[in-house]
């Protein structure tokens, strides 16, 4: 006569080591995703814009709207390289990137000083939180439009080289003319802060250079001069009280130009004062 088989019950010992070693696990993935999460180069208070460095493409992800903007770069307009290296054709700055230590951040610094437009990121660097969420967007926008190709637009103009040649480089008029205020923010734009940009450097129009930067995006800038006193290290920022050091404006001109908060400008007609000792690395 065969014996019945009776079930096996789990010791309450080993329900309580699998259960710690479940909690330890999930414990675990949770706090990488925190880490993960804390990495994100967009912080959802305003635009992300990104360029892809291999087809020369910008895309403009709206915080307040579904909408995605795509631009089409040209790759047979002149550029001036920052950091002294001159004039070169869009198309060949990926060439020179090549030579220096961080080339994709070349590209993005002429790219932005060429259309006034800011980088927030580079496509191929970005955060896998930042990439995981960019891909959702791309999925779940309602309708999804072709790249405007910025070749075909009228921001253009001709100038003449010192060799008798002829290129073509951005005019920037018109390029606030095409843009007006399709980037803008909208956080930035309900704030209505005031800002007075200066160049303390012997660097050429580098508060102008900002300056474009920051009203493409929505900033209201009311002082564009140089700075004739003691001057910063980099780039530093003063507002006009402490309580706009939590603003959507700050935090939006510090994820461009990484300035530095010094003290309080409280006797100033303006919100927002930026002084830049160096050209910014954007």
């Not at 009203?215 to 309580?243: Q, T, Y």
Request: proline fraction near 3%.
């Amino acid at each position: 006569m065969k014996r019945k088989k009776t079930a096996r019950l789990t010791s309450p010992l080993t329900l309580i080591l699998l259960g710690s070693v479940v909690l330890l696990f999930l414990a675990g993935a949770g706090f990488r995703l925190y880490q993960l999460y804390n990495q994100r180069s967009w912080n959802y208070r305003g635009n992300f814009i990104v360029l892809d460095t291999q087809k020369l493409e910008l895309k403009v992800y709206l915080f307040h709207r579904s909408d995605i903007l795509a631009y089409q770069l040209p790759q047979d307009v002149y550029a001036e390289i920052p950091g002294g290296y001159g004039t070169y054709k869009l198309s060949n700055v990926k060439e020179l990137a090549q030579t220096v230590s961080d080339g994709n951040t070349l590209i993005a610094a002429s790219v932005s000083r060429t259309f006034g437009i800011p980088i927030d990121a580079v496509f191929s660097q970005l955060y896998p939180f930042d990439r995981l969420y960019l891909w959702y967007r791309d999925h779940t926008v309602e309708e999804t439009q072709n790249p405007k190709v910025l070749s075909d637009k009228y921001i253009y103009r001709e100038k003449e080289r010192a060799d008798g040649s002829t290129i073509e480089t951005v005019d920037q008029n018109r390029a606030d003319n095409y843009f007006a205020d399709t980037l803008w923010e909208e956080g930035i734009v309900n704030e209505g802060l005031t800002v007075g940009v200066f160049n303390a450097s012997t660097t050429p129009a580098v508060a102008k250079n900002a300056s474009q930067i920051l009203e493409r995006i929505g900033f209201h800038i009311i002082d564009l001069s140089n700075w004739d006193k003691e001057a910063p290290e980099m780039c530093e920022l003063r507002v006009k009280e402490a309580r706009l050091l939590s603003s959507v404006s700050v935090e939006r001109i510090n994820s461009i130009f990484h300035c530095t908060v010094s003290e309080i400008a409280s006797r100033e007609r303006f919100d927002i004062q930026l002084i830049f000792a160096k050209e910014p690395q954007l």
